[in-house]
């Protein structure tokens, strides 16, 4: 099963944020033994990135984001994915944007906390996900 995560899901992985980090560690884990093949769209890493340099050093950051690649490819966004992002009807252009790669990238699923996100196919919550299905 191949799933996307969006950034604030994989945030709470790294970060370790309460009380989200049960459920987005279980995801990562899954993707480390295989069961599950992870992606995040190139633009997703950047905020990422630039999220996590706020509170850690450069290096810190930057061997987060080793890590990452080591679970996760990342997908790449290019100027026909933003301009296809631009007309669909979503408030936030960033989850048009992972909505669009993940499409194209044949995702079965996209894993965000977002509310307005998970109103759109294929969106789906971390706990949810993980009850879905039989891991």
């Keep these: 099963m191949k799933i996307m995560l969006d950034t604030n ?3 709470d992985a790294i970060a370790a944020r309460e009380p989200f980090r049960k459920d987005t ?4 884990a899954l993707i480390g033994k295989n069961i599950l093949t992870g992606y995040v769209t190139a633009s997703s890493v950047t905020d990422i990135y630039y999220v996590l340099r706020r ?3 450069d290096d810190t950051c930057r061997k987060a984001l080793w890590h990452l690649f080591d679970l996760f490819s990342a997908v ?5 994915d933003c301009e296809e992002a ?4 979503m408030e ?3 989850d048009a944007l992972i909505y669009v790669c ?3 990238s ?3 699923y996209i894993v965000t906390r977002d509310e307005g996100f998970l109103k759109t196919n294929n969106a789906i919550s971390p706990s949810d996900f993980l009850a879905l299905a039989p891991f």
């Design 86 to 89: 631009l007309g669909v009807p």
């Design 76 to 80: 790449p966004v290019f100027q026909e």
């Design 25 to 28: 560690d279980a995801i990562f």
């Design 9 to 11: 899901v994989v945030l």
């Design 102 to 104: 993940a499409r194209k």
């Design 92 to 94: 936030d252009f960033e």
């Design 106 to 108: 044949g995702v079965d």
């Design 55 to 57: 509170k850690l050093s």
